[in-house]
């Protein structure tokens, strides 16, 4: 029963074996080689579930709304994953993942999926592994994943990069209006919640995000509703709201279809993401010049010393690695 | 070069999830050990109160732990602990580090121990203890050798 095999392991996750998807996630998060093995192994298998993004500040619901849309989706008989994100101390390292709390309704369904992940020093709302995971719980057959994000401030945007419909979470009583017009986080959702709609002042929260938005160039305005997710209440039509903008994005398999464009936006941002990472891990196992030195090393000596301009220097070390302008 | 402060994240911490089994409502015991465990570099999964043996051991097979660790305060643990420890054993998780706490009798323990519980820990008990028994059984896994406590 050994879950070390990238081979074995795939074709236990799609036999349906829990503890072999369970795996997978863990390589994706740890970025591990074997994660990439499996998915490239079953690469055509991919993109067929819809991405749902759950964006908004700490404590405004993003779990127990997710929960309750979790739940509906399971009366239409969908199989459904979760990725749920919590900040990783940068001091210790050490995180306390709790959004499983929110989601005991769903613990033992054996159409739910819950994976819970610490950011792991990016920033940004998601972990870097984020995008695998959700490849691997696509990959585990999953219709619809849903991508939970740390509590965000005013610029953590890497949601609209992984998912296919982004829900902004907010509450009551987080400020004004000014706060609404900001750049950042109010630019990406798709669809606006205003949760906890029982509390005073939800309804002037819900006009000033409507203000904002009339003021919106983008192609479609996007709806702003009122929920308690606590109460169930509201939820029926934030669904049918979900639904509309995944209708309008159209079927990402069609290439024409915003849906399939929003997913390459993405794939760009990824790739040059990792085609940085890799050129970083590149660097730093360049060979040692004659005189010992790592050539990165050297390099940076020179410019501290002002030996050397900066510029020149990354023209050396690109030549270094092969890739030096013609 | 490194800050002294800011802490390089482990790329492999150890994963423990803190589970409350059955009918009891005080989780300030749960709450300590996981904020202790995420002090040394844990990542530690919460599940909240009044947890089913199903509802943990389904939670630690997705989430893919290391360590299970059950806070029981009820006197239910001679039921509910071993049924956790078959269910994970039931698919194949037994490799799972299964450790338990709360108000045990000193007499029950032998009992639980021979039922798939590694280990007790009763009040009293440090936190160091803990974390030192969950880091033992992970070698290089804990927090990055030589950072400050």
Not at chain 1, 100 to 119: E, K, Q, W, Y
Not at chain 1, 208 to 235: C, F, Q, T
Not at chain 2, 91 to 113: H, N, Q, S, T
Request: glycine fraction near 10%; aromatic fraction near 4%; hydrophobic fraction near 45%.
């Amino acid at each position: 029963m050994s879950l070390d095999d990238p081979d074995d392991l795939g074709a236990r996750l799609l036999a349906g074996e829990r503890r072999a998807a369970a795996r997978l996630l863990t390589w994706a998060e740890r970025e591990d080689p074997r994660a990439e093995a499996v998915l490239r192994a079953h690469a055509a298998r991919l993109g067929r579930a819809f991405v749902l993004g759950v964006t908004g500040p700490p404590g405004s619901g993003k779990s127990t709304l997710t929960n309750e849309l979790v739940k509906r989706l399971r009366a239409q008989g969908r199989r459904v994953g979760v990725v749920a994100v919590d900040p990783t101390s940068p001091f210790t390292g050490g995180a306390l993942l709790g959004d499983r709390v929110r989601m005991n309704d769903l613990a033992t369904d054996p159409g739910v999926f819950i994976r819970s992940v610490g950011t792991r020093g990016h920033l940004g709302g998601l972990s870097r592994g984020t995008s695998l995971a959700v490849r691997a719980l696509d990959l585990f057959g999953c219709d619809v994943v849903c991508v939970e994000t740390v509590g965000v401030g005013q610029s953590e945007v890497d949601v609209i990069r992984v998912c296919d419909t982004t829900l902004m979470v907010l509450v009551p009583g987080l400020g004004d209006d000014i706060q609404a017009i900001k750049a950042g986080v109010m630019e990406v959702g798709d669809v606006f919640v205003v949760n906890q709609a029982d509390r005073d002042g939800a309804q002037r929260t819900a006009r000033e995000v409507n203000a904002m938005l009339d003021l919106s160039h983008a192609e479609r305005r996007p709806p702003v509703l009122l929920a308690s997710a606590l109460l169930g209440e509201g939820l029926e039509g934030l669904w049918g709201a979900i639904e509309e903008h995944r209708a309008f994005m159209g079927d990402p398999r069609d290439p024409a279809s915003r849906a399939a464009a929003r997913r390459r936006a993405g794939a760009r941002h990824e790739l040059v993401g990792l085609a940085q990472r890799r050129l970083a891990e590149r660097l730093a196992a360049l060979r040692l010049n004659e005189r010992g030195e790592a050539p990165l090393d050297a390099l940076a000596a020179q410019v501290a010393r002002g030996a050397l301009d900066p510029f020149s220097a990354v023209e050396a070390l690109l030549a270094e690695l092969g890739l030096g302008s013609a | 070069m490194s800050d002294a402060t800011l802490t390089p994240t482990t790329p492999n911490p150890i994963r423990v999830l803190v589970a409350k089994p059955g009918l009891d409502g005080h989780d300030r015991g749960a709450k300590i050990v996981a904020r202790a465990l995420r002090d040394a570099g844990m990542e530690v999964i919460y599940t909240g109160l009044r947890q089913t043996a199903e509802q943990i051991s389904s939670a630690a097979i997705q989430e893919d732990v290391d360590v299970v660790a059950c806070s029981i305060l009820s006197g239910a643990h001679n039921t509910l602990l071993p049924k956790v420890y078959e269910l994970l054993k039931a698919e194949g998780a037994e490799d799972i580090l299964f450790v338990a706490g709360g108000v045990i009798p000193d007499e029950d323990i032998p009992f639980l121990k021979e039922r798939g519980v590694a280990e007790v820990f009763t009040p009293g008990a440090p936190l160091q203890a803990i974390i030192d028994f969950i880091e033992a059984r992970f070698p290089g896994r804990g927090r990055a050798a030589g950072q400050p406590e």
